[in-house]
T-cell receptor
Framework: GESVGLHLPTLSVQEGDNSIINCAYSNSASDYFIWYKQESGKGPQFIIDIRSNMDKRQGQRVTVLLNKTVKHLSLQIAATQPGDSAVYFCAENPPPPKTAGNKLTFGGGTRVLVKP | DVKVTQSSRYLVKRTGEKVFLECVQDMDHENMFWYRQDPGLGLRLIYFSYDVKMKEKGDIPEGYSVSREKKERFSLILESASTNQTSMYLC???????????????????FGEGSRLTVL
């Protein structure tokens, strides 16, 4: 899961297995959440997002679950592939005053290593 | 495809030097952001801008300033670089509220490839 500090949590998963990456968010008023994937040497890329009026959203091989009661977000990757090896970040967007625009707060990241 | 371009991928500067990091986006986005990324700390927001000549401080603005003279360009400035500013810097952009007027927040951030700055 996510943590703050110098060490990046690492999830090792066998190729073909499902991965679950967890994230605890901080602001109960946040109404939008997003997962990013960052491969080595690249900028983060969007994976999937979810609004607070939903508790589950599915994409291609990925599912995001939102539990607002305990302020918990998870990303499930089905049939993990070597190309899924990356650092994954969750982010939350508290409701802004209009002038704040979009302002995401990111978690510390989780490294996923896929073993062949 | 949306493209966010950061002019320098790798820079090495000396303590006290002035540093400019440039970012250009080609999607006419209103919002632009500068983050720094450090291991285990995720992405921390330095400054953002929601319009030309407008800027707001993020979570860690100390030691940084920004400039947005044109909609497509957002510059991060380190007036006097210090060793604790050695980091990966990421620029991002998005349209206002993801372009969906039903919501007051949300929308994908598009990131550049990052600029790795080392201050000696």
């Amino acid at each position: 899961g996510e943590s703050v500090g110098l060490h990046l949590p690492t999830l090792s998963v066998q190729e073909g297995d499902n991965s679950i990456i967890n994230c605890a968010y901080s602001n109960s008023a946040s109404d939008y959440f997003i997962w990013y994937k960052q491969e080595s040497g690249k900028g983060p890329q969007f994976i999937i997002d979810i609004r607070s009026n939903m508790d589950k959203r599915q994409g291609q091989r990925v599912t995001v679950l939102l539990n607002k009661t305990v302020k918990h977000l998870s990303l499930q990757i089905a049939a993990t592939q070597p190309g899924d090896s990356a650092v994954y970040f969750c982010a939350e967007n508290p409701p802004p005053p209009k002038t704040a625009g979009n302002k995401l707060t990111f978690g510390g990241g989780t490294r996923v290593l896929v073993k062949p | 495809d949306v493209k966010v371009t950061q002019s320098s991928r790798y820079l090495v500067k000396r303590t006290g030097e002035k540093v400019f990091l440039e970012c250009v986006q080609d999607m006419d986005h209103e919002n632009m952001f500068w983050y720094r990324q450090d291991p285990g700390l995720g992405l921390r927001l330095i400054y953002f801008s929601y319009d030309v000549k407008m800027k707001e401080k993020g979570d860690i603005p100390e030691g940084y300033s920004v400039s947005r003279e044109k909609k497509e360009r957002f510059s991060l400035i380190l007036e006097s670089a210090s060793t604790n500013q050695t980091s990966m810097y990421l620029c991002a952009s998005t349209d206002l509220w993801g372009g969906d007027p039903r919501y007051t927040s949300g929308g994908e951030l598009f990131f550049g490839e990052g600029s790795r700055l080392t201050v000696l």
